[in-house]
Nanobody, 124 residues
Framework: QVQLVESGGGSVQAGGSLRLSCAASGRSFSRNAMGWFRQAPGKERELVAGISWSGGNTYYSDSVKGRFTISRDNAQNMVYLRMNSLKPEDTAVYYC?????????????????WGQGTQVTVSS
């Protein structure tokens, strides 16, 4: 089973940037679609960005499109989320997740392994 560890969260002012990293262990990582989710207090967890096994296809929610960029480095077993122009409403715990059942990303991908999460706080 693949294990995921996120890092890079923190506190930033509105308009600032952060890059989240997700380190994966396990041989199947490079064949899995990967995603970044977030969950704010009192809200449901939402998929904000996803990427196919090769990096050739990506998905973004409307709330982050144009501001966030997901990428991966299969040689290093890493997934990244670059977040620019951050807003207070981006404040949440961000989770890295993988779908062992698919190489391709879609809004309905079934993610079945997760990291522990990293807090992102954006102040106005």
């Amino acid at each position: 089973q693949v294990q995921l560890v996120e890092s890079g969260g923190g506190s930033v002012q509105a308009g600032g940037s952060l890059r989240l990293s997700c380190a994966a262990s396990g041989r199947s990582f490079s064949r899995n679609a990967m995603g970044w989710f977030r969950q704010a207090p009192g809200k449901e967890r939402e998929l904000v960005a996803g990427i196919s096994w090769s990096g050739g296809n990506t998905y973004y929610s409307d709330s982050v499109k144009g501001r966030f960029t997901i990428s991966r480095d299969n040689a290093q077993n890493m997934v990244y989320l670059r977040m620019n122009s951050l807003k207070p409403e981006d404040t949440a715990v961000y989770y890295c997740a993988g779908d062992s059942g698919s190489m391709y990303i879609s809004p309905t991908s079934k993610f079945n392994y997760w990291g522990q999460g990293t807090q992102v706080t954006v102040s106005s």
